[in-house]
């Protein structure tokens, strides 16, 4: 069966543009998470999915936003973007209730 | 709050040499404690769960609950075990998001 699938896999944008980064979990798979990892602060977890409705919250500011569709699938979005918003952006998806998580290969976004 | 400390960013051992990765965590109730791997240019797997109390490519893990501590270990290590290497815990019997630490750069010297 297919994994997590996320597109794009590269981005480059400015200062001040705004991007959304799209995640398909496993079939069957409603929870989705999402992470953002850096080499000075390892994973640090964003925000999570189940059913269309955000259960989780990390500690990040509110450009950092995301949604899940009817079909498990979904986005994340980061407007203002900052420079240090650099960073791989890490998709996992898990069956409802159950913690072991499935990764994609991650969205690795370039702030210039 | 759940809390996930690795004290080592960067390990190195010789091939052949027994590994040790460290975690310890902190929550006051049941956790379930994870090791996840990721291997060059690699997503990241799951490499083994406490629950499960399986050896996976060698390792092990024990939960240690009097020293909240969930150690990676492997007798003899090979170079392709070589990676980095985050250990994570879930609240409430697993049911809950993951918490991960910042991750041990595990090197293999050949």
């Known amino acids: 069966k297919a994994g997590v699938t996320q597109t794009p896999r590269y981005l480059i944008k400015t200062r001040g543009q705004q991007v959304t980064l799209s995640c398909s979990p496993i079939?069957?798979?409603?929870?989705v998470s999402w992470y953002q990892q850096t080499p000075g602060q390892g994973l640090q977890f964003l925000f999570e999915?189940?059913?269309?409705?955000?259960?989780n919250k990390g500690n990040f500011p509110g450009r950092f936003s995301g949604r899940q569709f009817s079909n498990s699938r979904s986005e994340m979005n980061v407007s203002t973007l900052e420079l240090g918003d650099s960073a791989l952006y890490l998709c996992?998806?898990?069956?409802?209730?159950?913690?072991?998580?499935?990764f994609g290969q991650g969205t690795r976004l370039t702030v210039v | 709050a759940q809390r996930v400390t690795q004290p080592e960013k960067l390990l190195s051992v010789f091939k052949g040499a027994p590994v040790e990765l460290k975690c310890n965590y902190s929550?006051?109730?049941?956790?379930?404690l994870f090791w996840y791997v990721q291997y060059s240019r690699q997503r990241l797997q799951l490499l083994l769960r406490?629950?499960s109390r399986e050896s996976i490519k060698g390792f092990t893990a024990d939960l240690n609950k009097g020293e909240t501590s969930f150690h990676l270990k492997k007798p003899f290590a090979q170079e392709e075990d070589s990676a980095m290497y985050y250990c994570?815990?879930?609240?409430?019997?697993?049911?809950?998001?993951?918490?991960f630490g910042t991750g041990t750069r595990l090197t293999i010297i050949p």
């Open positions: 994570a815990l879930s609240p409430n019997f697993g049911n809950e998001k993951l918490t």
């Open positions: 996992a998806s898990s069956l409802a209730g159950a913690a072991e998580a499935f």
């Open positions: 929550y006051s109730g049941s956790p379930e």
């Open positions: 999915y189940f059913s269309e409705t955000q259960r």
């Open positions: 406490h629950i």
């Open positions: 079939s069957g798979h409603r929870s």
